[in-house]
């Protein structure tokens, strides 16, 4: 089942309650193997998903940026990192430094990203569906399957593949 972008968002909110519960259970009783079946569903997925496709990631979310991101950055711009800061980013609610506004500032017409070979940590990883201890980001992957239908897909697999 792919799902279309309009209709991920009620899909989710329809799965939330079994995926939370399903997570909780995670949590309590995690499979040893749970890491490897994780990075075979997560490249499974991702070999048949062009993120180019939909970007709805940098649409509607912003990433956090680290302090080695926005060095990283404003190298690649020529800037200072007080400059890059000033120009690009704010701190939110929890002290992390994120975009002004979303969608994403470097995000181009053809959904590309102005700079990827240099973009954030959060963005390498996104959607998270291959970390290790996956068990432990639960909470991001309930947000990540609203926003991401890969991460909607992986969520689906794993549920048959390891019933709790």
């Known amino acids: 089942m792919k799902p279309q972008l309009n209709e991920l968002g009620k899909l ?9 519960k ?3 259970k995670l949590k309590k009783k995690t499979p040893k193997n749970l890491d490897y079946v994780m990075q075979d569903l997560h490249e499974a997925e991702f ?3 062009d993120c180019l496709e939909c970007a709805n990631c940098c649409k509607t979310t912003g990433p956090l940026f680290t302090l080695a991101d926005i060095e990283r950055i404003s190298k690649h711009f020529r800037q200072k990192p007080q400059q890059f800061i000033d120009q690009y980013l704010r701190i939110d609610e929890d002290n992390d430094y994120v975009l002004q506004s979303v969608p994403c500032t470097f995000l ?14 959060a963005c390498r990883e996104f959607p998270h569906t291959d970390r290790k201890k ?14 991401c239908p890969a991460a909607f897909n992986i969520v689906e697999e794993m549920k048959l593949k390891m019933p709790l």
């Open 108 to 121: 181009e017409a053809d959904n590309k990203c102005f700079i990827y070979d240099v973009r954030p940590k």
């Open 12 to 20: 989710a909110k329809d799965k939330h309650n079994e995926n939370k």
């Open 22 to 24: 399903y997570f909780d």
């Open 134 to 147: 996956f068990q432990q980001i639960s909470n991001l992957t309930l947000k990540n399957i609203e926003i």
């Open 47 to 49: 070999k048949k998903t």
